[in-house]
Protein backbone atom coordinates (compact mmCIF):
# COMPACT_ATOMS: atom_id res chain seq x y z
CA UNK A 1 0.00 0.00 0.00
CA UNK A 2 1.80 3.33 -1.01
CA UNK A 3 -1.35 5.66 -0.33
CA UNK A 4 -0.98 9.34 0.93
CA UNK A 5 -4.27 10.78 1.57
CA UNK A 6 -5.49 14.27 1.97
CA UNK A 7 -7.80 16.71 3.38
CA UNK A 8 -10.05 18.74 2.18
CA UNK A 9 -9.63 17.67 -1.77
CA UNK A 10 -10.96 21.75 -2.15
CA UNK A 11 -10.75 24.79 0.00
CA UNK A 12 -11.94 28.38 -0.73
CA UNK A 13 -10.79 30.50 2.06
CA UNK A 14 -10.95 34.87 2.06
CA UNK A 15 -7.45 36.73 2.94
CA UNK A 16 -8.29 37.01 6.71
CA UNK A 17 -9.01 33.92 7.14
CA UNK A 18 -7.37 30.69 9.17
CA UNK A 19 -7.21 27.14 7.61
CA UNK A 20 -5.47 23.63 7.92
CA UNK A 21 -4.64 21.25 5.40
CA UNK A 22 -3.91 17.54 6.57
CA UNK A 23 -2.14 14.84 5.15
CA UNK A 24 -1.29 10.95 6.64
CA UNK A 25 0.56 8.00 5.75
CA UNK A 26 0.45 4.82 7.20
CA UNK A 27 3.00 3.18 5.59
CA UNK A 28 5.95 3.75 8.34
CA UNK A 29 7.31 6.41 6.16
CA UNK A 30 9.55 8.58 8.59
CA UNK A 31 9.62 11.58 6.04
CA UNK A 32 7.04 14.16 4.78
CA UNK A 33 6.63 16.95 2.86
CA UNK A 34 4.54 19.52 1.43
CA UNK A 35 4.75 20.98 -1.91
CA UNK A 36 2.71 23.96 -3.99
CA UNK A 37 2.13 23.24 -7.80
CA UNK A 38 0.71 26.24 -10.13
CA UNK A 39 -0.93 25.21 -13.26
CA UNK A 40 1.04 23.89 -16.00
CA UNK A 41 4.53 23.91 -13.78
CA UNK A 42 6.26 20.89 -11.65
CA UNK A 43 6.39 20.99 -7.50
CA UNK A 44 7.82 23.71 -5.45
CA UNK A 45 9.10 22.04 -2.46
CA UNK A 46 8.12 23.90 0.36
CA UNK A 47 8.62 22.06 3.53
CA UNK A 48 10.41 18.54 5.00
CA UNK A 49 9.89 17.01 8.18
CA UNK A 50 12.77 13.34 9.21
CA UNK A 51 11.72 12.28 11.96
CA UNK A 52 8.95 14.83 13.01
CA UNK A 53 11.63 17.53 12.96
CA UNK A 54 11.77 20.26 10.86
CA UNK A 55 14.26 19.17 8.31
CA UNK A 56 14.20 21.94 5.27
CA UNK A 57 11.96 25.39 4.99
CA UNK A 58 12.56 26.56 1.39
CA UNK A 59 11.93 30.24 2.51
CA UNK A 60 8.38 29.93 2.49
CA UNK A 61 6.53 32.41 3.98
CA UNK A 62 4.98 32.46 7.68
CA UNK A 63 2.08 32.94 6.60
CA UNK A 64 2.39 28.92 6.28
CA UNK A 65 3.16 27.19 9.10
CA UNK A 66 3.75 23.42 8.91
CA UNK A 67 3.45 21.30 11.87
CA UNK A 68 4.27 17.54 12.19
CA UNK A 69 2.05 16.08 15.29
CA UNK A 70 3.42 12.16 14.66
CA UNK A 71 5.16 10.30 12.47
CA UNK A 72 1.71 9.60 10.49
CA UNK A 73 0.25 13.45 10.15
CA UNK A 74 1.64 16.27 8.66
CA UNK A 75 -0.53 19.98 8.94
CA UNK A 76 -0.27 23.25 6.94
CA UNK A 77 -1.65 25.83 8.68
CA UNK A 78 -2.84 28.71 6.60
CA UNK A 79 -3.30 32.34 7.86
CA UNK A 80 -3.58 35.65 5.84
CA UNK A 81 -3.29 34.23 2.41
CA UNK A 82 -2.79 36.37 -0.75
CA UNK A 83 -4.53 35.54 -3.84
CA UNK A 84 -1.43 34.57 -5.77
CA UNK A 85 -1.05 31.96 -2.86
CA UNK A 86 -3.63 30.13 -5.24
CA UNK A 87 -2.09 26.48 -5.84
CA UNK A 88 -2.72 22.70 -5.97
CA UNK A 89 -0.55 21.86 -2.71
CA UNK A 90 0.38 18.41 -2.42
CA UNK A 91 1.46 16.34 0.28
CA UNK A 92 4.51 13.50 -0.09
CA UNK A 93 5.75 11.07 2.15
CA UNK A 94 9.19 8.74 2.03
CA UNK A 95 10.27 5.74 3.73
CA UNK A 96 13.58 8.09 4.66
CA UNK A 97 15.90 11.29 4.06
CA UNK A 98 19.01 9.98 3.54
CA UNK A 99 20.28 10.73 -0.01
CA UNK A 100 19.20 6.74 -0.62
CA UNK A 101 17.37 4.69 -2.32
CA UNK A 102 14.46 5.04 0.59
CA UNK A 103 13.92 8.56 -0.51
CA UNK A 104 11.63 7.43 -2.95
CA UNK A 105 8.32 9.60 -2.99
CA UNK A 106 4.84 8.93 -3.04
CA UNK A 107 2.57 11.79 -3.31
CA UNK A 108 -1.05 12.61 -2.03
CA UNK A 109 -4.46 13.46 -4.51
CA UNK A 110 -3.57 17.24 -3.49
CA UNK A 111 -5.92 20.19 -1.83
CA UNK A 112 -7.02 22.84 -4.57
CA UNK A 113 -6.66 26.19 -2.69
CA UNK A 114 -8.39 28.78 -3.97
CA UNK A 115 -7.58 32.36 -2.00
CA UNK A 116 -10.08 35.19 -2.77
CA UNK B 1 25.08 22.48 -11.65
CA UNK B 2 22.59 19.64 -11.31
CA UNK B 3 19.56 20.05 -13.67
CA UNK B 4 16.77 17.90 -15.10
CA UNK B 5 15.81 19.18 -18.74
CA UNK B 6 12.81 17.78 -20.66
CA UNK B 7 13.38 18.86 -23.85
CA UNK B 8 9.47 18.62 -25.24
CA UNK B 9 7.19 20.82 -23.41
CA UNK B 10 4.10 18.61 -25.42
CA UNK B 11 4.19 15.73 -27.29
CA UNK B 12 0.50 14.91 -29.30
CA UNK B 13 0.58 11.10 -30.85
CA UNK B 14 -2.25 9.29 -32.29
CA UNK B 15 -3.52 6.28 -30.53
CA UNK B 16 -1.54 3.42 -30.34
CA UNK B 17 1.12 4.58 -31.63
CA UNK B 18 4.18 4.34 -30.00
CA UNK B 19 6.08 7.65 -28.13
CA UNK B 20 8.89 8.82 -26.48
CA UNK B 21 9.34 11.04 -23.70
CA UNK B 22 12.92 12.59 -23.24
CA UNK B 23 15.05 13.64 -20.23
CA UNK B 24 18.43 14.24 -19.76
CA UNK B 25 19.88 15.62 -16.40
CA UNK B 26 23.34 16.68 -15.15
CA UNK B 27 25.28 15.57 -12.39
CA UNK B 28 28.24 14.72 -11.21
CA UNK B 29 27.29 12.23 -8.34
CA UNK B 30 25.21 8.88 -8.78
CA UNK B 31 21.84 9.56 -9.20
CA UNK B 32 18.28 7.97 -8.83
CA UNK B 33 15.76 8.44 -11.40
CA UNK B 34 11.77 8.93 -11.55
CA UNK B 35 9.17 9.72 -13.82
CA UNK B 36 5.65 10.80 -12.15
CA UNK B 37 2.45 10.63 -14.10
CA UNK B 38 -0.31 13.35 -13.64
CA UNK B 39 -4.01 13.10 -14.50
CA UNK B 40 -5.76 16.08 -14.65
CA UNK B 41 -7.04 17.62 -11.83
CA UNK B 42 -5.03 14.96 -9.74
CA UNK B 43 -1.95 14.42 -7.82
CA UNK B 44 1.38 13.03 -8.78
CA UNK B 45 1.97 9.00 -8.95
CA UNK B 46 5.01 7.14 -9.09
CA UNK B 47 5.30 5.55 -12.45
CA UNK B 48 8.92 3.79 -12.40
CA UNK B 49 11.92 4.39 -10.97
CA UNK B 50 15.52 3.16 -11.71
CA UNK B 51 17.93 3.17 -8.29
CA UNK B 52 19.88 0.62 -9.30
CA UNK B 53 20.64 -2.93 -11.25
CA UNK B 54 19.37 -3.43 -14.31
CA UNK B 55 19.14 -0.29 -15.98
CA UNK B 56 15.79 -1.20 -17.95
CA UNK B 57 13.01 -0.56 -15.51
CA UNK B 58 9.27 -1.21 -16.53
CA UNK B 59 5.49 -0.21 -15.45
CA UNK B 60 2.66 -2.52 -14.54
CA UNK B 61 0.81 -0.07 -17.66
CA UNK B 62 3.45 -0.44 -20.39
CA UNK B 63 5.69 2.26 -19.72
CA UNK B 64 9.35 1.44 -20.07
CA UNK B 65 12.44 4.06 -19.34
CA UNK B 66 16.05 3.08 -19.87
CA UNK B 67 18.90 4.27 -17.66
CA UNK B 68 21.88 5.89 -19.90
CA UNK B 69 24.45 7.03 -17.98
CA UNK B 70 26.72 7.91 -20.84
CA UNK B 71 24.32 9.96 -22.33
CA UNK B 72 23.19 10.95 -18.71
CA UNK B 73 19.11 10.28 -19.78
CA UNK B 74 15.78 8.13 -19.07
CA UNK B 75 13.53 8.21 -21.29
CA UNK B 76 10.43 7.27 -21.03
CA UNK B 77 8.73 5.14 -23.70
CA UNK B 78 5.59 3.38 -24.85
CA UNK B 79 5.33 0.96 -27.93
CA UNK B 80 1.43 1.73 -28.24
CA UNK B 81 -0.40 4.64 -26.41
CA UNK B 82 -4.08 4.33 -25.30
CA UNK B 83 -6.32 7.66 -24.92
CA UNK B 84 -6.50 7.03 -21.40
CA UNK B 85 -2.50 7.70 -21.04
CA UNK B 86 -3.26 11.30 -21.80
CA UNK B 87 -1.26 13.33 -19.03
CA UNK B 88 1.13 15.50 -17.51
CA UNK B 89 4.55 13.72 -17.23
CA UNK B 90 7.49 14.35 -15.03
CA UNK B 91 11.01 13.09 -14.48
CA UNK B 92 12.69 13.52 -11.37
CA UNK B 93 16.13 13.08 -10.45
CA UNK B 94 17.67 12.85 -6.57
CA UNK B 95 21.53 13.24 -6.33
CA UNK B 96 23.35 11.46 -3.78
CA UNK B 97 24.89 13.57 -1.41
CA UNK B 98 24.06 16.94 0.30
CA UNK B 99 20.64 17.43 -1.89
CA UNK B 100 18.30 14.98 -1.01
CA UNK B 101 15.59 16.77 -2.71
CA UNK B 102 13.61 15.42 -5.59
CA UNK B 103 14.50 17.92 -8.65
CA UNK B 104 11.86 18.04 -11.63
CA UNK B 105 11.90 18.62 -14.96
CA UNK B 106 9.39 21.28 -16.44
CA UNK B 107 6.97 18.25 -17.36
CA UNK B 108 6.01 16.80 -20.72
CA UNK B 109 2.10 16.51 -21.61
CA UNK B 110 1.28 13.71 -23.27
CA UNK B 111 -2.26 14.02 -25.64
CA UNK B 112 -3.26 11.18 -27.28
CA UNK B 113 -5.48 11.75 -30.07
CA UNK B 114 -8.30 9.61 -31.60
Known amino acids: DTEVTQTPKHLVMGMTNKKSLKCEQH?????MYWYKQKAKKPPELMFV???????INESVPSRFSPECPNSSLLNLHLHALQPEDSALYLC?????FGGGPGDTQYFGPGTRLTVL | AQSVTQLDSQVPVFEEAPVELRCNYS??????LFWYVQYPNQGLQLLLK??????LVESINGFEAEFNKSQTSFHLRKPSVHISDTAEYFCAVTFSGSARQLTFGSGTQLTVLP
Open chain 2, 27 to 32: SSVSVY
Open chain 1, 92 to 96: ASSQD
Open chain 1, 49 to 55: YSYEKLS
Open chain 1, 27 to 31: MGHRA
Open chain 2, 50 to 55: YLSGST
